[in-house]
Nanobody
């Protein structure tokens, strides 16, 4: 049974940082591309960042380039999203994804 469990969300002031984690189980993590998505209230879910199976290739939405970093630890079956210089418009529920599998999401709120 595939499971994706996100953690690390919370309330942070503008300019602050958070590190999200997604612990994966139930599949061979090291051979799959992993993605982070987010969904803000009243908006469609959008792709934030992608990382290839080996971690050698990453891609980002234009809105987060230079501020967010996706990484993975295949020994720990975990993918991370380091978020720096956070802005109020980054407020959303953040989801980990593999193919058609989704985690439950973790809320990130950027507010003073």
């Amino acid at each position: 049974q595939v499971q994706l469990v996100e953690s690390g969300g919370g309330l942070v002031q503008p300019g602050g940082s958070l590190r999200l984690s997604c612990a994966a189980s139930g599949f061979t993590f090291s051979i799959y591309t992993m993605r982070w998505y987010r969904q803000a209230p009243g908006k469609e879910r959008e792709l934030v960042a992608t990382i290839a199976s080996t971690g050698g290739s990453t891609n980002y939405a234009d809105s987060v380039k230079g501020r967010f970093t996706i990484s993975r630890d295949n020994a720990k079956n975990t993918v991370y999203l380091q978020m720096n210089s956070l802005k109020p418009e980054d407020t959303a529920v953040y989801y980990c994804n593999r193919l058609s599998n989704w985690g439950q999401g973790t809320q990130v709120t950027v507010s003073s």
